[in-house]
């Protein structure tokens, strides 16, 4: 008899202190919230709290409110976003969680190691009396990339080891053990998110990223294989059991946690997730990456930020300066996306940016082309913030971050208890999926029997 707490892997669950091998990953700005966090620690889950787009005495204070609020040995976690333009911001975080005894850490976005990851990875290293590794810190990556993937399930580089080494920012011991653990103790092979995606398929990815672990694990002879679960999709029993069958040790979920009472956005957004179907979403260009083309899934019902945002990075990409586009589109940005001035927008962002990056600003003054792309990245800023403020007189211009993971949730649970969002706590979305899931898999078994 399969039950939620014999799905995924023993050893996941036992190293984290887990009842079910299930994982609430990280939504930026904190909506992955300390009352998230708490509450599937609380139930025996693993989540990470948003820490992206925060500032480093909110993010303290949160990890304050959970370790007061939590026993010693819970699991939770913080999220670090990679940031190569800035990676001073990646290390003062790394700083404040080993600062305050964080233990388990959530990389996100990140195309190669950092030196801050390596660093939180490494700290704490020893040996016991038997020789064996004493591992303090851990870090699931989130990938999409089999690249991206072979770099985390590798050694930290040598180079940036012995970095690290002369800055002091790591001992001599923990320099000379890092040959024997991957950078990653866990993997989240992350497929169709909402968010920043790839776009990927889960029954594709997966089972490629576990032989790509199998072979490295072979090669190396790590202690501790690392752990390979996924996320993206998972809305349903059908798309979970399915994950646990390709093999995945643990099952990840974000979109739909986002529709729930703990999630730490508005009213507003939640009444509107609550109503979204699988078609009800779009891609749309990431505003923390406008000039690189990268892409976000979003919320398409009720809004017009995904038809906007394409308008706006297509106008970038097809005119040096601002002035060079037509007057009639320029208004009608000025009017209808900023409601205010070109002008009035770049004197806000300059005001907000000279402090922390004044290199963006010279070059922005430097180079019209760049001063376009900073004054429409605000409207990315800006729309999160209306979404997260749950300003209603300007919802058709809320950014808001799902999946069609969502969409198949909302579609399952109508009917019944969790159809409203007030009765989604984000305990009881995991417990239900799960045992559904297992439910499920369970008679599907017996059909084949």
């Avoid at 290390?91 to 969680?97: M, P, S, T, W």
């Avoid at 653990?181 to 398929?201: I, K, M, Y």
């Avoid at 260009?285 to 394409?310: H, T, Y």
């Avoid at 019944?416 to 898999?441: F, G, I, K």
Wanted: hydrophobic share 45%.
């Amino acid at each position: 008899m399969i039950t939620p707490e014999r799905l995924g892997s023993e050893r996941f669950r036992e190293d984290y202190g887990l009842r079910a091998a299930y994982v609430a990953g990280a939504m930026v700005k904190g909506i992955a919230s300390t009352a998230l966090v708490i509450r599937m620690a609380r139930a025996g889950f693993l989540s990470f709290f948003g820490s992206g787009g925060l500032r480093l005495a909110e993010i303290e204070a949160a990890i304050l409110q959970i370790q007061q609020a939590l026993p010693g040995g819970a699991p939770y976690g913080v999220n670090l976003l990679a940031d190569p333009s800035r990676p001073e911001e990646e290390r003062a975080l790394v700083d404040l969680l080993l600062r305050h005894g964080v233990r388990n850490l959530e990389a996100s976005a990140f195309m190669q190691v950092s030196p801050a990851l390596v660093q939180f990875r490494l700290t704490g290293l020893a040996t016991d009396a038997q020789g064996r590794l004493s591992v303090p810190n851990r870090v699931i990556a989130k990938i999409s990339r089999p690249e991206v993937a072979a770099s985390f399930l590798s050694p930290a580089p040598r180079a940036m080891v012995e970095r690290l080494l002369a800055e002091g920012r790591i001992s001599e011991q923990e320099a000379a053990l890092a040959e024997r653990l991957p950078v990653a103790s866990d993997l989240n092979v992350e497929a169709d998110s909402g968010g920043h995606t790839d776009g990927g398929v889960t029954s594709v990815l997966l089972p490629a990223i576990l032989r790509l672990r199998d072979r490295l694990q072979e090669e190396r002879g790590y202690e501790t294989p690392v752990r390979v679960g996924t996320s993206g999709g998972i809305g349903t029993p059908e798309a979970a059991a399915c994950a646990f069958l390709l093999g995945a040790d643990f099952l990840g979920t974000g979109s739909i946690n986002q529709c729930s009472v703990e999630a730490g956005t508005s009213e507003a957004v939640k009444e509107m997730l609550q109503e979204i179907g699988v078609q009800d979403t779009a891609y749309a260009p990431a505003g923390d990456m406008f000039e690189l083309g990268s892409k976000i899934q979003v919320m398409r019902k009720g809004v017009f930020f995904p038809a906007k945002a394409n308008r706006l990075y297509d106008l970038w990409r097809s005119h040096a300066s601002f002035e060079a586009i037509e007057a009639p589109v320029r208004r009608e940005i000025q009017d209808k996306y900023f409601k205010r001035s070109f002008e009035e927008v770049f004197r806000e962002t300059r005001a907000h940016y000279m402090t922390a990056f004044p290199e963006q600003i010279e070059r922005a003054e430097r180079n019209p082309k760049a001063m376009m792309a900073l004054v429409f990245r605000w409207y990315f800023v800006h729309t999160m913030r209306l979404a997260l403020a749950g300003d209603s007189a300007q919802r058709v211009d809320f950014q808001v971050h799902t999946g069609p993971a969502l969409g198949a949730f909302n579609q399952w649970v109508k009917g019944s208890a969790l159809e409203d969002w007030r009765n989604r706590h984000v305990d009881a979305v995991a417990e239900h999926l799960l045992q559904a899931c297992a439910d499920y898999m369970n008679q599907r078994f017996r059909a084949f029997a």
